[in-house]
């Protein structure tokens, strides 16, 4: 299951503007455009098997969701609303929740809905080359034994979950779907880590940069770098709370057992916070340093034209002045006029350096 | 009913210097200036029925009152403070609503009047071209089963609604006038989105346009775009609380039924105020490249100034030197010193350029 | 009673280092320095009659503290402390709040003294030329059926009260003392948005101004209107909360049907607020602006002196060097060597000009 | 008992370095070096009588620990660590409070042992030269009838309360230790806001300087200013919570006919945060007045060079032309040729002053 | 027990790539490179004896678990996760925390397990050059009466705790394992104040140099402080919060008597907060600072240039007409032509200067 993601060259339909004014529950497909068919994959384990198949018809998976085993049914694209419809049905997933499934740019959240839970979030993938963060909507149906995600691409990152069910290594077979559900968020969480430690090698890189002769593309990697960190707080501020109400939550649904678990993750999100607020700090003081090499620059070429220019100019109106065609200029008869000044230019032009060494212009 | 609203030339009478030491509950109008008739709509339906008329005279609607049937009762215009105050006794709302109701520019707001609650917000209607955010004060009463809307203009984003009452699509018509208020609070946050994306689509041509050469316009343009920004977020904030204090009523007048529905433009709420979050951090870093960009300029223009004068400064002052007509200059005789001249200052101009090279000033 | 305030020439007593190791209690006059005598009016009213008149003897008002009618007794003048003291002996007020209503520049609070609320806040008055925001210290006694009011100066704004109670209009005469409270309490919120329109007034100049050439005096005008903002913002957010704090108040003094008044007053400061950050962000952004105005003057200059510069400099010193008097130059022979001087020099200011246009500098 | 804090001179041990790794409760001053002998003095007063002395042997004060009369125990200097090690053992004080006592620097706070109550705050004693704002730390022992007070230096801002006991003004005497301690907080209060009106001259000053010619200095004494908000704001702001927390706490102690008192000081705290953070405002609109004043004076200077250089440049070029030596130079021989080249001089100069009279640079 | 980091060398593990993908629980290593042995050792007594030994086989120290003694082991180094993991399979400790204790870069946190307290936080322990801050992860296991602490490297700050536990001085050896907890806390946060100092005495530095002759350099140096208080900041806001959460802890295994020392240790941390914030504001004022030299200096060198080229430039242009070739100039044929020439460019010389001295450009 390799990672085939093209994410510079897709496209979004983000624009609200297709729904405005329909009813509630509507579903409307908002999210990247895809051309792949859905495809549903299903893991169904306990203890002791483990089987893992891809549906040909919807109804296979309806057993699954009274029976004993673990089942995570998981869903790679949502730009197919009937499919999401028909799982919908088929599991009694409300129709506000339908419509956020479809709708790819939800703030993450949670809801408990007594029988299951929904939350959605962003899942950080790697950074393409123009936004340097890339993302893609999660959203997770938690059931009493059953997990059902919706994911916007093909391809993903749960596949050290998938090798952890399948080859029994851990507790995770031993466990419920809650203790999955934890299990996916945490990889998330830790993918946010790799994408902060991408954008903590690039600032790194910039820093040096920066130092140099920089020309303005420096500023603008500098604000590209701030509204990746920007886009990274505003995924996992409230990814944070997410995490932090599953845990409070008083529900069947996420037992005792799981939830030092999951507080396990908020710290991560807590630190990833953290992180990304010194990386904004970081970032604002590089600008500070842009701007201030900048002025010390042009002080430097100020400096420059300055010396040149007053020690010349002084000299050049000398020479003039002997340049002038009055008939009556005693100097230019002298014998040693022209020598004279030349010592007086010499003399002018000391003084001038050394006004400058003293002033540390050099 | 087609959007006729000129609002690029339209004035306000938004001076509150009208109303200074007048009685509580004393109605002025402030707002548009209209010159239009105020216009009446009901619309009355339930599971099986749609009617849908123009009152002639305000006592038609008094029976709608306390029909069992979900009446909606528009109100195009509230210039005429008459017709305010006539429904206001009808419908018995506190003369302090009243006030609010005819007094535009209200911060967003819910009261609970036990009997019926009030609602006021801004309607976002597009960007005129000078304030980039166009907004209308709408306020509701819902009673138990009606809802009564006042606008300041004629022409609304409604019709969608409309639609949906007149065909029955979806549940609209099964349930109450609290549903029927959601329909409307939903319509109003997603144009909130059409203005917002609007916005962002200028920022995204403001972005192209600052890289380039830019004059001071832009960042008029910048500050005007911050203003709008500024203005939705005045609007989003409150009408959040708003939402989530209807979500929270202990009151009949708003059913279990229709809270998941508010949570659901509480959570749109949500986002819009990310984005405007995010629009204002854009805009402050494109201020900061604009400034940069200013400061590059410069120092671009000072070191062309520099470069040249730094050449020919000096070279100026040689020619000057053998311009100059003392008797005795034993050079001006050689056969070479004119070729000779020549070379040192090649020399002399070679020797500048090699300095700006190292300097990295090419 | 016309408003004869000349309040840009009247000196405040704000040094506290008078106050200095007193006991509390002690009554000492800080605030604008008054000449004129302490002028004490009375209004006592109820739904038949109103009786207005100004004691000779103090003595004269205390049957007003037990009669059923409501008595406004307003005391314009605090620098005779001595009457403050006296009346605060009559209706048995706290020394420590005597001592806060002769002590002008108190933060506007409440205090619940069970038999009578004490109230202070601001009243802006208009603008003097020097600091755009005038204000004076306005004390409440509100009492079972008697309201007292100490001011600074003569001449206030309650003239539209005073013709409500005299010409019975409205409510006025049928309710009770909270109620002209209220009435006084609006009328000062009221006042508060003349200020901020006059502001915002001069706020549009300012930005029309800053466009053009504008000098360092438009930077003291925004830093004179923030600071105005900053007054407003100090005296209206403790006044916000000393309303909120009335409206929760479990006391007798405040009548139930008072409160919603109280709301509607508590949501016109609550927009105050809002305005008035508009305000400063605006007036930020206008310093942006001028920052920028200043660069790109800098820029324009320095691009005129660069053109004029680049242009001439290497032009002279070409026919510098033609200047020179060697005796071997043979272009000074050459029959078309003038002109071919200045064809070469055309060939070199056409390049340069080139250049510029290329670059967009004109 | 006159003052004579000679402060620029004084030295703080303020390492607290000597500390680490001690035992905690180990008493090792921390503060102003001292070189003075402790002074224990000591008021006994109640509403009959009122001694006071110096004791020789703190096994004086020990029978006032249980008198009826209230007694005021004034320690000053607290580099003696034995003294106060001793005191704490008469009266009962816990280790870790002696520790705070002896180690200057503290933050204000305030703890309720039961007994006894601990205040530690910072009390402002003018200003020298260095930092603005000079502080010494006041440490307070609130029992039920007595009141022991420890400050660093010799001569103190209390004697206005001391003459008030002596003399039996107020109602001081009537009263108990925590009156007493209020009236000593109330007097430190008050410090506060003389130093905040010599800040705010020193502002107004600056203000006026900022104006004119205003070298780096300027920018120099902004700053220090700006520390001396700071260093207020971090005494004023925990005094505010522990004042507070004194109005609130259950002990008796602190009897309820007091906290109206502390209440009043409380207000005065709030006072003094406001002008502080409006000071700061100030402060840095300042910093802004002055940085583009820097830019407006660059501009000046960058005119003046533009219009002599942009003026004469191009006229030097043509007295240039006609100095050079060519064989075959038409003009020269002229009969007006010289007067020609004036006039066209005098033109170049007129378009060059008109251009810069339009463009405003006069 | 020398102290022999040479931390500038020393390598981090801090990807946490790593870890990606790996079941919860799993111990990997993130942190200091080190090579150096597992060093564990055991403080055990009680208030007769103390003995000290490194055991050599890690089944040595169960029977601490369970003594009345009080035992302190320490461990040296987290790189070896299989003594970390032993160690915690003979003391319960949860597999999650085992993993927060090989894992450095915790952020501060205090977890309670009922039967053990967890507690991990950030160690400074000095600056060097490259970071100014330099920390370690330090984790402690507080249960009834053993102490296990985690260090990162050999060598540490704890000696004088040691010292008083050998040499018996205060109460430490006559109370239980959370009184030694709280004294290794209170070590740590003395050594933030040591490296406060530290930072305060470069500030202090970096102020005079600010004032002098400054380069690029000192906004670096600025910039590498300003992220040394960031990184304090983020160690000691959140292990404020632990200490709180300590202090307010319902559990045996702090003990009433023990909270005083964690208040005490709770309000260093509050002075370290504060103190931090100051430094914040310092650096801030003092890249204002450097600002405004640049513009400063900026303005020098202009006004220097400024002031040569305004002299010299109109004297040049008149010695270039007396250079002109024509052959009617009358001027040159006067007779004091040339001197008139003179005392005309003096005056025009003086003219300038006095405009400048005017200016007050000297």
Partial sequence: ???????????????????????????IHVGLL???????????????????WQPQDLEEIVPLKDSPTVSWINVDGIHDVQIVERIGQLFGIHPLIQEDIVHAGQRPKMEDMSDHIYIVLKMLEGQDSEREVDWEQLSMI?????????????????????????????????????????????????????VLERLGDKIEVL??????????????????????????RRSVWPLREVISNMQRLESDLIKETTKPYLKDVYDHT???????????????????????NLSNRMNEVMKVLTMIATIFI???????????????????HWRYGYAAVWIVMLIIAYGMVSYFRKRKWF
């Fill in 1 to 27: 299951m390799t990672d085939r993601r093209p994410s510079g060259q897709q496209k979004r339909v983000n624009r609200i503007t297709r729904k405005v004014g329909l009813d509630a529950g509507a579903l």
């Fill in 34 to 52: 895809q051309e792949h068919n859905v495809r549903v994959t299903v893991f169904d384990y306990d203890g002791t098997h483990c089987d893992q």
């Fill in 142 to 194: 938690i059931g009493p034994n059953f997990l059902i995600t919706f994911q916007e691409r093909e391809g993903d990152i749960f596949d050290p979950v998938r090798q952890r069910i399948t080859e029994d290594k851990g507790k995770i077979r031993k466990v419920g779907a809650d203790y999955l559900a934890y299990a996916l968020l945490d990889l998330v969480v830790d993918h946010y880590f790799v």
């Fill in 207 to 232: 820093e040096e940069e920066i130092i140099g002769q920089s020309g303005p593309e420096v500023l603008n990697k500098i604000n590209h770098l701030k509204r990746a960190t920007l886009t990274m």
């Fill in 270 to 292: 807590i630190q990833i916070v953290d992180t990304v607020e010194t990386f904004r700090d970081m970032l604002s003081g590089m600008v500070e340093i842009y701007m201030s």
């Fill in 314 to 332: 002084p000299l050049t109106f000398i020479v003039g002045v002997y340049g002038m065609n009055f008939q009556y200029m005693p100097e230019l």
